[in-house]
């Protein structure tokens, strides 16, 4: 990897993250949260901190706020649009140095949708939403639960696992790699891409994972074009070869929005299943209650997703002048919005510290976003966090953590990236219809 692509990491990343550890040191929230790994992994008392010192913080580095309402009101406000790294105050020479080494098509640079802003994200979002409708998730119900017994079946009676590994990330591999007509065998190679490129969602991550997801992001970029080609040729029944059939989206677009489904599609539901077996062993009482009214299985999930949310925070910037809680904003002003501390509002959710799978309003958290960028995938993801938990927890009563599972060393990403098990016996009778 040559020598444009370090000045690259160091014009959208390095500087940054220099900046992020000296302000961290100084006691500024926004630079602990993305550069304290002790806060990384438990964020909630920082971000009650942030909470405590107004509804809109001012940092060097942009405005943040983690009251529920206005980060509500701000993701769907179309005055704002969406951010991304080089949206970062970056000395103007260095900026132009990420344009002398360009990524191939990736989840976090255009053309893919999580980071444009209308008419071009409405062209894209449009292109896919067919796949996401209530009626196309209801088909892939059944694959869902097959591939969970699949799962199940294939882990040990009173043996050990590790429950991302061998579990979380497999239900969600699955049935996304089949969605976009991707081979079976190349699940595996999609996993390793996925953990190498969720780095780049955070801001000032170091060099070497940096160079890790440039190298997962050339190898996706190469095997992408080989697929888009075969699609051409024996078009399949899957989202991706009707969207290269349809001859709407050129190769970059396809590429962008192949490679953002499936991050998107596998790598938060990945988070939401392991936060979910971790939260609930943790609370033996909300799991007794969950097998004694297993209709409360969905509600339990969007508690996991207020509670524990696998994905932290997101940001806005000004697209003209605006005005939030009477501060005038120029155009390109920056917001962080905590997803994860306006899911914990009190003014919103009662006892927000507590985690109570029956909670009567758990479904008003804002961790798949809201407005036109709110999650295409959030009904799937919620599908299969719900048939994958309750099966495990069916399958395998006994279940205990061996020792504390591994977080993740992300902040936007919230989740584990080991978790071994003692699986326990195998209860003989594990139909779990959801």
Same mark, same amino acid.
């Given at each position: 990897?040559?020598?444009?692509?370090?000045?690259?990491?160091?014009?959208?990343?390095?500087?940054?993250?220099?900046?992020?550890?000296?302000?961290?040191?100084?006691g500024?929230?926004?630079?602990?949260?993305?550069?304290?790994?002790?806060?990384?992994?438990? $964020?909630?008392? &920082?971000?009650?901190?942030?909470?405590?010192?107004? *509804? @809109?913080? +001012?940092?060097?580095? #942009?405005?943040? %706020?983690?009251?529920?309402?206005?980060?509500r009101?701000?993701?769907?406000?179309?005055?704002?649009?969406?951010?991304?790294?080089?949206?970062?105050?970056?000395?103007?020479?260095?900026?132009?140095?990420?344009?002398?080494?360009?990524?191939?098509?990736?989840?976090?640079?255009? $053309?893919?949708? &999580?980071?444009?802003?209308?008419?071009?994200?409405? *062209? @894209?979002? +449009?292109?896919?939403? #067919?796949?996401? %409708?209530?009626?196309?998730?209801?088909?892939?119900?059944?694959?869902?639960?097959?591939v969970?017994?699949?799962?199940?079946?294939?882990?040990?009676?009173?043996?050990?696992?590790?429950?991302?590994?061998?579990?979380?990330?497999?239900?969600?591999?699955?049935?996304?790699?089949?969605?976009?007509?991707?081979?079976?065998?190349?699940?595996?190679?999609?996993?390793?891409?996925?953990?190498?490129?969720?780095?780049?969602?955070?801001?000032g991550?170091?060099?070497?994972?940096?160079?890790?997801?440039?190298?997962?992001?050339?190898?996706?970029?190469?095997?992408?074009?080989?697929?888009?080609?075969?699609?051409?040729?024996?078009?399949?029944?899957?989202?991706?070869?009707?969207?290269?059939?349809?001859?709407?989206?050129d190769?970059?677009?396809?590429?962008?929005?192949?490679?953002?489904?499936?991050?998107?599609?596998?790598e938060?539901?990945?988070n939401?299943?392991?936060?979910?077996?971790?939260?609930?062993?943790?609370?033996?009482?909300?799991?007794?209650?969950?097998?004694?009214?297993?209709?409360?299985?969905?509600?339990?999930?969007?508690?996991?997703?207020?509670?524990d949310?696998?994905?932290?925070?997101?940001?806005?910037?000004a697209?003209?002048?605006?005005?939030?809680?009477?501060?005038?904003?120029?155009?390109?002003?920056?917001?962080?919005?905590?997803?994860?501390?306006?899911?914990?509002?009190?003014?919103?959710?009662?006892?927000?510290?507590?985690?109570?799978v029956?909670?009567?309003?758990?479904?008003?958290?804002?961790?798949?976003?809201?407005?036109?960028?709110?999650?295409?995938?959030?009904?799937?993801?919620?599908?299969?966090?719900?048939?994958?938990?309750?099966?495990?927890?069916?399958?395998?009563?006994?279940?205990?953590?061996?020792?504390?599972?591994?977080?993740?060393?992300?902040?936007?990403?919230?989740g584990?990236?080991?978790?071994?098990?003692?699986?326990?016996?195998?209860?003989?009778d594990?139909?779990?219809?959801?």
């Amino acid at each position: 990897m040559g020598p444009l692509y370090w000045m690259r990491w160091m014009s959208v990343q390095g500087v940054p993250r220099l900046a992020l550890k000296a302000y961290a040191r100084r006691g500024d929230p926004l630079a602990q949260l993305f550069g304290d790994p002790a806060v990384t992994h438990d $964020p909630y008392p &920082l971000l009650e901190s942030i909470r405590a010192r107004g *509804r @809109l913080v +001012r940092t060097p580095f #942009a405005w943040v %706020t983690a009251e529920h309402d206005l980060c509500r009101n701000i993701l769907r406000d179309n005055a704002m649009g969406v951010v991304s790294a080089e949206s970062f105050d970056i000395p103007r020479p260095l900026r132009k140095l990420t344009a002398l080494a360009p990524l191939p098509p990736n989840p976090m640079e255009p $053309p893919s949708m &999580l980071v444009i802003d209308p008419p071009e994200h409405s *062209r @894209l979002r +449009r292109s896919v939403s #067919a796949a996401f %409708t209530p009626r196309a998730i209801g088909r892939l119900r059944d694959r869902v639960e097959s591939v969970t017994e699949e799962l199940l079946d294939a882990l040990p009676s009173n043996g050990s696992a590790d429950l991302v590994a061998d579990f979380a990330a497999q239900v969600p591999i699955a049935i996304i790699s089949e969605m976009l007509g991707f081979p079976h065998s190349t699940k595996d190679r999609f996993l390793g891409w996925g953990d190498a490129i969720s780095p780049l969602l955070d801001i000032g991550i170091p060099w070497r994972s940096y160079r890790s997801a440039v190298a997962a992001i050339e190898e996706m970029d190469e095997f992408a074009d080989e697929h888009i080609a075969q699609l051409r040729r024996t078009p399949g029944e899957d989202i991706l070869s009707s969207l290269v059939t349809a001859g709407e989206l050129d190769d970059q677009d396809l590429k962008a929005t192949a490679s953002l489904l499936m991050g998107a599609g596998f790598e938060t539901t990945v988070n939401l299943i392991g936060n979910a077996v971790v939260q609930l062993l943790a609370h033996p009482d909300q799991l007794a209650r969950l097998r004694e009214e297993p209709d409360l299985w969905p509600n339990a999930v969007d508690e996991v997703l207020r509670f524990d949310a696998p994905v932290q925070n997101t940001g806005r910037v000004a697209l003209e002048q605006v005005e939030y809680e009477g501060i005038p904003m120029r155009k390109g002003t920056t917001i962080a919005l905590s997803l994860a501390g306006a899911n914990r509002d009190p003014k919103v959710f009662e006892a927000p510290d507590r985690f109570d799978v029956g909670r009567a309003n758990a479904k008003d958290h804002l961790t798949f976003s809201s407005g036109i960028h709110v999650c295409l995938g959030a009904s799937l993801a919620r599908m299969e966090a719900v048939h994958a938990l309750r099966a495990l927890f069916d399958r395998f009563p006994d279940l205990r953590l061996d020792g504390p599972p591994q977080r993740r060393p992300l902040f936007t990403l919230h989740g584990y990236s080991r978790m071994r098990a003692n699986l326990g016996r195998r209860h003989a009778d594990h139909t779990t219809p959801v």
